[in-house]
Every structure is written in structure tokens, then in C-alpha cells.
């Protein structure tokens, strides 16, 4: 099986058009997820990935490549603490590595997310001062 990055587009929607059933399939459902998870986020395209920003942060991506699916947690602290609690799956420095034939479960994803949200609200705060 081939797995091509999507170049060129514009939105979540363009980007999914251009990812194989399998993978279009696993990145649908976690882009729904986030949606879920992220009330009133802003999706746009960011390095080429659908990015999510919450709160004037970007907290995770997604995208896809000739190696399979993964989520960009977008902050090497967080990935390694996420690592050691999540240790059933593969990370590679900030990113975590899926197939679609595998996706990842609600909790993990949820647990990632709120690590992002928490430590982008400590950085917020600590900026305050």
C-alpha cells in the first residue's frame, strides 16, 4: 500500500480528499474527536497539517505520511511525560506514531489533548506575571 501526503490544500476537507479510504477513515474520526474535545478551536492548515489552536495556542496536528498516520503533540516536554504514560505506543521525539488499521483510542487521545491544554494554560499564566 502507498500512502501520499497530501500538498496543496486549503482545509481539513481538501487535505482528507487527498489521503487514502484507510487513513481518510482514521484522520476523520480524530478530526471529529478534537472538535469534540476543543470546543471553539480554530482548525487551520499549518505545516501543511490541519492544526489546532485553542485559546490563542496551538495545542496538537495530525497528518499523514508514507509511514502511516500521526499526532503532533507540538511540544517535546509534554510528548516525553506522554511517552512514559502511553507506553504501548510508539513516539518519535514530539509525535506519535498510528496506522490506520489501529487508530488511537478516545482516551489516549483526550489525555494528550488536556496535557496540551494544561501546559499551554501554565505557559499563558506564567506569561502573566
Same mark, same amino acid.
Given at each position: 500500500?502507498?500512502?501520499?501526503?497530501?500538498?496543496?490544500? @486549503?482545509?481539513?476537507?481538501?487535505? *482528507?480528499?487527498?489521503?487514502? #479510504?484507510?487513513? $481518510?477513515?482514521? *484522520? $476523520?474520526?480524530?478530526?471529529?474527536?478534537?472538535? &469534540? =474535545? =476543543? !470546543?471553539?478551536?480554530?482548525? $487551520?492548515? +499549518?505545516?501543511?497539517? !490541519?492544526?489546532?489552536?485553542?485559546?490563542?495556542?496551538?495545542?496538537?496536528?495530525?497528518? %499523514?505520511? &508514507? &509511514?502511516?498516520?500521526?499526532?503532533? %503533540?507540538? +511540544?517535546?516536554? /509534554?510528548?516525553?511525560?506522554? /511517552?512514559?504514560?502511553?507506553?504501548?505506543? @510508539?513516539? +518519535?521525539?514530539? @509525535? =506519535?506514531?498510528? +496506522? /490506520? /488499521? #489501529?487508530?488511537? !483510542?478516545?482516551?489516549?487521545?483526550?489525555?494528550?489533548?488536556?496535557?496540551? %491544554?494544561?501546559?499551554?494554560?501554565? =505557559?499563558?499564566? #506564567?506569561?502573566?506575571?
Amino acid at each position: 500500500m502507498t500512502i501520499v501526503k497530501p500538498k496543496g490544500h @486549503t482545509d481539513v476537507a481538501s487535505y *482528507l480528499a487527498q489521503v487514502s #479510504a484507510p487513513e $481518510r477513515e482514521a *484522520l $476523520r474520526a480524530l478530526h471529529e474527536l478534537m472538535l &469534540s =474535545l =476543543l !470546543p471553539g478551536a480554530e482548525v $487551520r492548515i +499549518s505545516y501543511q497539517v !490541519p492544526t489546532y489552536r485553542f485559546e490563542d495556542r496551538n495545542v496538537v496536528s495530525w497528518g %499523514v505520511s &508514507s &509511514s502511516g498516520c500521526s499526532l503532533y %503533540v507540538m +511540544s517535546p516536554a /509534554a510528548a516525553k511525560q506522554l /511517552a512514559v504514560a502511553l507506553p504501548k505506543y @510508539t513516539f +518519535s521525539g514530539a @509525535t =506519535l506514531h498510528f +496506522s /490506520a /488499521a #489501529a487508530p488511537l !483510542p478516545k482516551t489516549v487521545v483526550k489525555k494528550i489533548v488536556s496535557a496540551r %491544554v494544561a501546559e499551554n494554560r501554565a =505557559l499563558t499564566a #506564567a506569561r502573566r506575571k
